[in-house]
């Protein structure tokens, strides 16, 4: 597959990159025209007891988990060995926990997570500019300076974290697991598991006439679910393939290469650290997707007249904005991923960590809007 026709003789890093790019556009749209948001459906719960957003976002995971089987199933492609390492062997449940736990409570102080403040800097919130600045200058400060994740975080986390390996577990999927204890494949097992959480997932969805009677609802799940399954095939196809081969004999490689879907407290840190070395190699895979759903959703918000400038109310709510977007950045790190990352990318590869951190998400993003009285001054219910 040396090149698309309609992209002509461009090499096969830049046609990834540009396919990339356009499946993030209409990721960014879809996602700011049905309004998925996980925090905002586990506000909706809060709120007004309304589950139709949150069993969206259940339902965009039972999504990805299916054609991610039905990719590794077909052989299509392998999730084994994912950027970031999701079945790595290497459980890291401090990380999982508290990981998840800083990245929940803090986007409820910036509204959102790294996903959420790019669609709302894409529709004029201005707010979210400084969101994102905070969880980008966390990620570049655990990330880039040398140290920093070593010496505070991975010197006590070390000694915690077991390596499944030694027990004889290849991966920490459930599928390798339940294979290994059970002395089956672990293919089958893969299969099976993925066939109950999917049924589980979608039944769970379904289950609730707040879901089913708002159309958004179908969309969103199911169109953000496949889009994270087929960000996996672009980077883990043919196409991802051959950028790869060109990455590898070239004098300096692209940065962020490998088999990937959508994560974006990573690419935040890497957006920051390009544009103080703008070198064409540092730009990633996660940087072009982070970019594509933030003009995604410009084009929608400008479409439906929803485009509209906003500000801080006072200094003391863009500090609050900027420590929570701190908050969630260092989360993003130490629990490898996001609502999208580990919620479901990470969870779409059965990886029991994704599982772990998802949870811990959700328990700090409950406990962070119960400690905010204002929170629901800000909270937008859906139409």
Not at 188 to 200: F, S
């Amino acid at each position: 597959m040396e090149s698309l026709p309609f992209i002509g003789n461009w090499d096969a890093i830049n046609q990834w990159f540009l396919l990339a790019f356009i499946m993030s556009i209409f990721f960014g749209g879809i996602a700011r025209k049905t309004q998925f948001c996980p925090l905002g459906g586990i506000a909706d719960i809060m709120h007004s007891g309304n589950h139709g957003r949150f069993r969206m976002y259940i339902f965009a995971i039972g999504i990805a988990i299916l054609g991610v089987t039905v990719l590794e199933t077909l052989s299509i492609i392998s999730v084994d060995n994912t950027r970031p390492p999701y079945r790595m062997s290497q459980f890291r449940w401090p990380g999982y926990v508290l990981g998840g736990f800083l990245f929940g409570l803090g986007m409820t102080m910036c509204r959102g997570c790294g996903m959420k403040n790019i669609i709302n800097l894409g529709s004029g919130n201005l707010k979210a500019l400084i969101a994102i600045l905070g969880m980008g200058s966390a990620a570049v400060l655990l990330l880039y300076v040398e140290g920093v994740f070593d010496d505070y975080f991975m010197s006590w986390m070390s000694p915690l974290i077991p390596d499944l390996a030694e027990s004889g577990f290849d991966y920490q999927d459930l599928g390798t697991l339940s294979a290994t204890a059970l002395g089956t494949e672990v293919d089958t097992m893969r299969l099976i598991i993925g066939a109950l959480l999917v049924l589980a997932f979608l039944g769970f969805a379904m289950n609730s006439a707040d879901f089913r009677d708002r159309l958004d609802n179908w969309v969103g799940g199911l169109l953000i679910g496949a889009i994270i399954v087929g960000a996996f095939y672009l980077s883990g196809g043919p196409l991802g393939e051959v950028a790869q081969e060109s990455s590898d004999f070239m004098d300096q490689p692209q940065n962020g290469m490998g088999i990937q879907s959508y994560t974006f407290i990573r690419p935040m840190g890497d957006l920051l650290y390009v544009i103080s070395n703008p070198v064409w190699y540092l730009v990633t895979f996660g940087l072009v997707m982070f970019l594509g759903v933030g003009v995604g959703s410009v084009i929608i918000s400008i479409v439906t007249g929803q485009f509209f400038f906003q500000w801080f109310n006072s200094p003391l709510e863009a500090v609050r904005y900027l420590i929570g977007g701190m908050l969630v950045g260092l989360g993003g790190i130490l629990g490898m991923g996001c609502t999208l990352g580990q919620g479901l990318a990470g969870t779409s590869t059965l990886a029991l960590g994704s599982f772990l951190n998802l949870a811990s998400l959700i328990v700090g993003a409950i406990i962070g809007i119960k400690l905010q009285s204002t929170f629901m001054d800000d909270h937008e219910v859906p139409r």
